[in-house]
């Protein structure tokens, strides 16, 4: 995420998806921390890739996750 528009990009879609209880967008850091209980990993994956950018890495439950 290089730029508002990208952020805004995950924002939306992170926005969009149910279940999550938490989330956060931070452009300075290019990251995105996702809370949830009930939404699988893979899902919250995906709705990320679609919307263009790349995951560099990925942790749940203090593990770390392919992408």
Same mark, same amino acid.
């Given at each position: ?5 990208? &952020?805004? *990009?995950?924002?939306?879609?992170? #926005? ?5 209880? &938490? ?8 990251? *995105? ?16 890739? #679609?919307?263009? #950018?790349?995951? #560099?890495?990925?942790? *749940?439950?203090?593990?770390?996750? *392919?992408?």
């Amino acid at each position: 995420m290089s730029c508002s528009g990208c &952020s805004g *990009a995950v924002d939306r879609v992170l #926005k969009k998806t149910e279940g999550l209880s &938490s989330y956060s967008v931070d452009l300075d850091s290019q990251s *995105a921390d996702v809370y949830t209980d009930t939404v699988p990993y893979e899902t919250v994956l995906e709705k990320i890739k #679609k919307t263009g #950018k790349t995951v #560099k890495g990925a942790e *749940a439950d203090g593990e770390v996750m *392919a992408v």
